[in-house]
């Protein structure tokens, strides 16, 4: 049975949560989220959120920063609102109740953190553990709204438009497409609902499980960007994939961050000898632009056999690390690792996309009604890299825009669209979950050796001809077998492994986070976004 809501908003990260509340004040919105409503990226972000805060800092400043950091391919619109706009979004956050960190020798005022690549101080942050305060402020802000409903464990399957409905029902097609809706698994029953709706926000994040070393926690598998891609929607920069230099390098602990802040306090990336080495890099050593600092990280370690490199705090006292960093330090601690008389061991893994669903200033995709917000979407903020804690504010200033843009156009929104139930066909449960398994793994484990840190053209051609094969597999055993959320999100996984290696075959150069040893210059024709989408569109 169809059924059906006024925005549905796939995913409660930031940008869903932020969006819904300002969609709220004028509609009612449902949230499906695949994993309780609580766990997204979001929820793990340390570092803060970048915005012009104090007095000796301007718009210019932080307009320039993320500009050098996006090496040529910034959009300037999408820069200049998003800079203009953090101020103004941040207090939205402390509205709903986020509490950011504040001076302890002037309680008045918020204490600002410094990132690499940031030429002032302008990261407001809680704690070390900013993004689960923000979480916690949203979720319990769109839990007291009553046009705010939040369905945990459904996880988003498809799109559906009106395209697909014509092609379905052999009719003829519209010449431009709009979103009607998405089919979801319910978790708990099994069963596929089938919810049409007048406007979609995909807000599902990033896809960093897509390689084997990753800082993400385990819903990030690019759900987003695959559905939208299946739908027809374009899909740009793909490519453009930000690995964080120091996540912690340690058997029991296989995606916990060492936030950039620490460098920012002045941590020293060391070798095992106790030799810096940045210095020999780049000037600005140990808060150079990320791509950097991973690219120094993953050719010591390789060049001289490392398993890792050392983050070295020592110049600060237990006490000034257990109060600026207290949840990184509480948890080295329970690890055994005490990083006031121990470095820090660190390696790169792979952290952010910059690319994803290509949308306007306002989120809307290439799919009317179709909207993406978030690390899901590519709105031109980031370009060819990501300046560090520019996306939580990019999450909030586009899930606004796109509230605003939803708002004016509901005038005009077709009348409540009627889905056709999930067809299973001749599907069966599947007794053999350890494809699953051997496929997720092989996927993550070439993305990781051929599509990584640096590129090169034949490592590239090799992972396309195994991303193929994969896809091949995953196709057959997609049709015969009932659906499953783990089925879900490997076919996902597959689809923006397909889109990263198609992307970086594309660009035969050397930019921000995409480098090939094959052309490891940049080079000016390839000032543009690497756009893709679905041939028969
Ligand atoms: P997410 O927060 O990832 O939320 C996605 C949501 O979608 C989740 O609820 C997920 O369950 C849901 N979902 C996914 N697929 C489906 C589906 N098929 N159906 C239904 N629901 C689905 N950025 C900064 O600016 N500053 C920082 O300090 C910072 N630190 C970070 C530290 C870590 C360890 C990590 C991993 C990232 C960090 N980032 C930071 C990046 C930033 O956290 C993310 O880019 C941002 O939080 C993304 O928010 P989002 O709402 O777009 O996605
Ligand atoms: C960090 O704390 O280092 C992460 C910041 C970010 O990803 O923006």
């Keep these: 049975m169809s059924e059906s809501t006024e925005v549905l908003v796939l995913g409660s990260g930031v940008a869903g949560l932020f969006f819904a509340l300002r969609a709220a004040e004028h509609?009612?919105?449902?949230?499906?989220t695949k994993s309780m409503r609580a766990e997204s990226n979001s929820r793990y972000a340390q570092g803060g959120i970048a915005a012009v805060w104090s007095e000796d800092d301007d718009y210019e400043h932080h307009i320039r920063d993320t500009l050098v950091a996006g090496a040529g391919l910034c959009r300037r619109e999408a820069v200049e609102q998003t800079v203009r706009r953090a101020p103004?979004?941040?207090?939205d956050l402390i509205r709903y109740g986020t509490q950011f960190t504040r001076r302890e020798e002037h309680p008045d005022q918020y204490d600002l953190h410094r990132e690499g690549g940031h030429s002032h101080r302008r990261i407001l942050h809680a704690d070390d553990l900013t993004g689960a305060e923000m979480?916690?402020?949203?979720?319990?802000?769109?839990?007291?709204?009553p046009n705010i409903r939040i369905l945990d464990h459904h996880t988003a399957i498809d799109l559906v438009t009106e395209k697909w409905l014509a092609r379905r029902n052999n009719e003829i097609p519209p010449e431009r497409d709009r979103v009607i809706g998405a089919y979801a698994l319910d978790q708990k029953s099994g069963e596929v609902r089938a919810i049409g709706a007048k406007v979609v926000v995909l807000a599902t994040g990033g896809a960093g499980k897509v390689y084997l070393y990753t800082t993400n926690p385990d819903i990030a598998t690019g759900d987003g960007m695959a559905m939208a891609w299946r739908a027809g929607a374009r899909v740009a920069n793909m490519e453009f994939v930000q690995f964080h230099p120091t996540c912690l390098y340690h058997p029991q602990e296989k995606s916990f961050l060492i936030s950039e802040a620490l460098r920012g306090e002045g941590g020293k990336l060391v070798l095992p000898s106790g030799a810096r080495f940045m210095d020999s890099y780049d000037a600005r050593a140990e808060l150079a632009p990320r791509d950097v600092v991973a690219r120094a990280i993953d050719n010591e370690i390789k060049r001289r056999g490392l398993s890792c490199v050392y983050l070295d705090m020592r110049h600060l006292s237990a006490k000034e690390l257990e109060t600026k960093f207290p949840n990184i330090y509480g948890h080295l601690r329970s690890l055994d690792i005490d990083m006031a008389t121990q470095p820090i061991p660190v390696v790169p893994a792979a952290h952010y996309f910059c690319g994803g669903v290509q949308t306007d200033l306002q989120g809307e995709t290439s799919?009317?009604?179709?909207?993406?917000?978030g690390e899901t979407a590519c709105t031109g903020l980031h370009g060819a890299n990501r300046l560090a804690s520019n996306s939580l504010l990019e999450a909030i200033v586009f899930a606004d825009q796109a509230a605003h843009s939803v708002h004016e156009r509901f005038g005009n929104v077709a009348s409540d669209p009627s889905l056709?139930?999930?067809?299973?066909?001749s599907a069966v449960d599947s007794d053999e979950l350890v494809v699953i398994n051997q496929t997720w793994e092989?996927?993550?484990?070439?993305m990781w050796n051929y599509v990584g840190i640096v590129r090169t053209h034949r490592r590239l051609k090799r992972a396309q001809r195994r991303v193929e094969l994969v896809q091949d597999e995953i196709r057959k055993y997609y049709w015969d077998f009932r659906i499953t959320a783990d089925l879900i999100e490997l076919r996902n996984l597959a689809m923006v492994a397909e889109m990263v290696v198609t992307c970086a075959l594309q660009r035969r150069e050397s930019r921000g986070l995409h480098y090939t040893l094959d052309f490891p210059e940049s080079d000016p024709r390839f000032i543009h976004d690497t756009v893709i989408s679905r041939p028969d569109q």
Excluded: S, Y
């Excluded at 979480?135 to 709204?145: F, M, P, W």
């Excluded at 799919?367 to 917000?373: E, P, R, S």
């Excluded at 056709?420 to 066909?425: E, K, S, V």
């Design 27 to 32: 509609r009612k919105v449902t949230i499906l």
């Design 135 to 145: 979480v916690r402020a949203l979720i319990a802000a769109c839990e007291a709204n």
């Design 420 to 425: 056709p139930d999930w067809d299973h066909g």
């Design 442 to 446: 092989e996927i993550r484990r070439f």
């Design 88 to 91: 103004a979004r941040v207090q």
């Design 367 to 373: 799919i009317l009604n179709l909207f993406a917000v």
